[in-house]
């Protein structure tokens, strides 16, 4: 049976799950045959299976990675290598968009053939020998090439990946890297290897050795300092990528790497958008997170102060980066020396309890427990009192907490009940009320 499309009723539908007519008065038959089994709308990339039924490229391939491994219509086994495209299908549906299009149908374009794991190896092949000879131009022409091949399809992105593409092109940015970056252009050419390396996240671990060489680490901080906003956002993101599976001697190792912990700094007092943040944030997390003396060199560079701003107003996901830095830093005595001195250390940490996110308040408990023990002036705790931290504290044990955060909430409600005393309780959303300077 023929499906009807009326355009009486108004629709939200996406123009490519619908046919716009332009005349309501007249009702337009798709033929069964030009629709796919699966999502039941027009075919825009038709394929035939091994098993003879033909789909929408996008409807079969999704259904395949999915976890099944038997066609829908009839059982039979069929593999995602094995899709034939259907050509006199698609003709005939672009002819009958066509013969319609006077009613408002969509013409549909014919579909890019997508990339075979020999295309992708050779274009890698191209890239491997450029990168050895030093033409970082071509390299980036071609590593951008794979990189909007990449975008067309998750097929066409996963066959790019099965050829090695991470490995090969994280070993062509290293040796370029090696090469002198003073010129623009060689930069311009490394941005374009990253940007292209983005699409093919994870990396595996020859990857990461790769890309933590000391010539690569150099490169990225050079163009996190010069390239544009591509570049550095590309770069960020591969350094996140990266230091995600160091082990804690590697960590440290790139840490060191200098100018590395400025410019991720530099990313917070600058934004240059929030997906960057957000890498910068959880970059640093993990620099931090088992090195206090990481932690202390991003102190030195003012990040509790720029974090701590950063927390008045900020968007969940952000705010929850910037409390699991924050925490970092408080590990090591110059963090906590910081967090002591600073106006909106307290107040700060005790509005985001049981305000943002389950993961938001484990932080925050964890960051004032730090803060509050290494403090050893009184008016500290009795300010968390304050600001309401008794209270709030009172309450997260009351509603249920687990493992580390119920414990250091019960020590902290113990460390502040000698300061209750006559502190009157403020509000913490507008900060207003506090005696403490901001300078």
Known sequence: MSSIYRTKKPSRISAIKRIELEKPSIDLAIPDNFRCPISLDLMRDPVTTSSGITYDRQGIETWLERGNLNCPVTGKPIYIHDLIPNTSTRKLIQEWCLENCALGVERIPTPRIPISPLESSEILAEISSASR?????????????????????????????SAGAACKLSLSFSQLAGESIESITILEDLEKILSSMVILFPLDSEAGQHLTSPASLKSMISILKYGDLSGRLSSVLVLREVVSSLDSTSLESVCRTNGLCEVLTMLIEKPISPQATKASLVTIFYLVST??????????????????????????????????????????EKGKEKGCDHALTIPVLVKKMLRISDMATEFSVSALWRICKACKKRNCLSEAVQVGAFQKLLLLLQVGCNGITKERASELLKILNGSRGNVECIETVDFKGLKRSFD
């Open 133 to 161: 000879r030093g033409d970082s131009y071509k390299c980036g022409n071609l590593a951008t090439k794979l990189k909007e091949i990449g975008k067309e399809s998750e097929h066409d992105r996963r066959c790019i990946a």
């Open 291 to 332: 090195n206090e003396r990481a932690a202390s060199w991003f102190v030195n560079l003012g990040l509790v102060s720029l974090l701590l701003e950063a927390l008045v107003d900020c968007e969940k996901s952000i705010c929850e980066k910037a409390l699991a830095v924050l925490e970092g830093l408080f590990r090591c």
